[in-house]
């Protein structure tokens, strides 16, 4: 069992600062990978930033030079420091955790958080 809170979103004007962070509790569950995920009103939910548990990471084009994606293995805690916010990058942030419950015989399990509203102004 694992539960993710995501925290850190909020209302900022364009052009400042953000730190996302995501926090993953829980016992038996061996992770995978853990990113960011946002979703804008009408469209596809998509990947913002991804990174594996062997520290490789992934943006979108549309944040990267912008966006960087850390990872806290003592805390089971992920962040995402968003620089340079524009309007377009309004949207719901998601954190996602895949893994293998070792309780379970290594069963696959994908984990979502519940999201976090950042909101860009002009």
């Known amino acids: 069992q694992v539960r993710l809170v995501e925290s850190g979103g909020g209302l900022v004007q364009a052009g400042e600062s953000l730190t996302l962070s995501c926090a993953a509790s829980?016992?038996?569950?061996?992770?995978?990978?853990m990113g960011w995920y946002r979703q804008a009103p009408g469209k596809q939910r998509e990947l913002v930033a991804r990174?594996?548990?062997?520290?490789?990471?992934n943006f979108a084009d549309s944040v990267e030079g912008r966006f960087t994606i850390s990872r806290d293995n003592t805390k089971n805690t992920i962040y995402l420091q968003m620089n340079s916010l524009k309007p377009e990058d309004t949207a719901v942030y998601y954190c996602?955790?895949?893994?293998?419950?070792?309780?379970?015989?290594?069963?696959?399990?994908?984990?979502w958080g519940q999201g976090t509203l950042v909101t860009v102004s002009s």
């Open positions: 996602r955790v895949t893994g293998r419950d070792v309780l379970r015989d290594l069963m696959y399990l994908e984990v």
């Open positions: 829980g016992r038996g569950f061996s992770i995978d990978d």
């Open positions: 990174i594996t548990i062997r520290g490789r990471t």
